[in-house]
């Protein structure tokens, strides 16, 4: 079946611009995860959905940063006057339950973010 | 809160040699402990988890883990590697109630030489 899919796979962008990145879980899953994986860094977990809620947003670096799920399916994170520090590789996951103790997260091939 | 430690950024082995990758974690409890693989331009593949029960962990592609509390840690290994192995591993802790929240190493590169 279909795996998680984003877009756009590459993002260049000027400094200052607002950026949009989309996630499309796979279908009947219910949590949704976004992650950030800089150069040379681990993951950096960023929020998390159940459905439409977000009940954690704790990981978000900046307020320039949200986002938003609609339909309990499609997820749009979204930066705000972009900032060279905020290139990375923005990954997005998804899992049927809450919980890797209940569900494996099947991660997307992610957005690569570059900010001139 | 949860963290990961992979001490090897870089790991060269030759094809049909054993693979073992190190990944360290600190957890006040037992943890939930993963590992996944990124292949160039594909996202992360979990490669085994390790929830409780049997501290040896069987995973796909041939790889196995093995968890020791005493040490803290959960080392991946592989007998015989396999060019297509080359990739970036990616250790992984979870907590338990709460454990939505991955922390994740900063990975560890196989490089696979014929």
């Known amino acids: 079946g279909a795996g998680v899919s984003q877009s756009p796979s590459n993002k260049v962008t000027e400094k200052g611009k607002d950026v949009e990145l989309r996630c499309d879980p796979i279908s009947g899953h219910t949590a949704l995860y976004w992650y950030r994986q800089s150069l040379g860094q681990g993951l950096e977990f960023l929020i998390y959905f159940q459905g439409n809620s977000a009940p954690d947003k704790s990981g978000l670096p900046s307020d320039r940063f949200s986002a938003e799920r609609t339909g309990g399916s499609v997820s749009t994170l979204t930066i705000q006057r972009t900032q060279q520090e905020d290139s990375a590789v923005y990954l997005c996951?998804?899992?049927?339950?809450?919980?890797?103790?209940?569900?494996?997260?099947?991660f997307g091939p992610g957005t690569r973010l570059t900010v001139l | 809160a949860q963290s990961v430690t992979q001490p090897d950024i870089h790991i060269t082995v030759s094809e049909g040699a054993s693979l073992e990758l190190r990944c360290n974690y600190s957890y006040g409890a037992t943890p939930y402990l993963f590992w996944y693989v990124q292949s160039p331009g594909q996202g992360l593949q979990l490669l085994l988890k390790y929830f409780s029960g049997d501290t040896l962990v069987q995973g796909i592609k041939g790889f196995e883990a093995e968890f020791k509390r005493s040490q803290s840690s959960f080392n991946l290994r592989k007998p015989s590697v396999h060019w297509s192995d080359a990739a970036e591993y990616f250790c992984?802790?979870?907590?338990?109630?709460?454990?939505?929240?991955?922390?994740f190493g900063a990975g560890t590169t196989v490089t696979v030489r014929a």
């Open positions: 992984a802790v979870g907590a338990r109630g709460g454990d939505y929240k991955l922390s």
């Open positions: 996951a998804s899992s049927f339950a809450s919980g890797p103790s209940t569900d494996t997260q099947y």
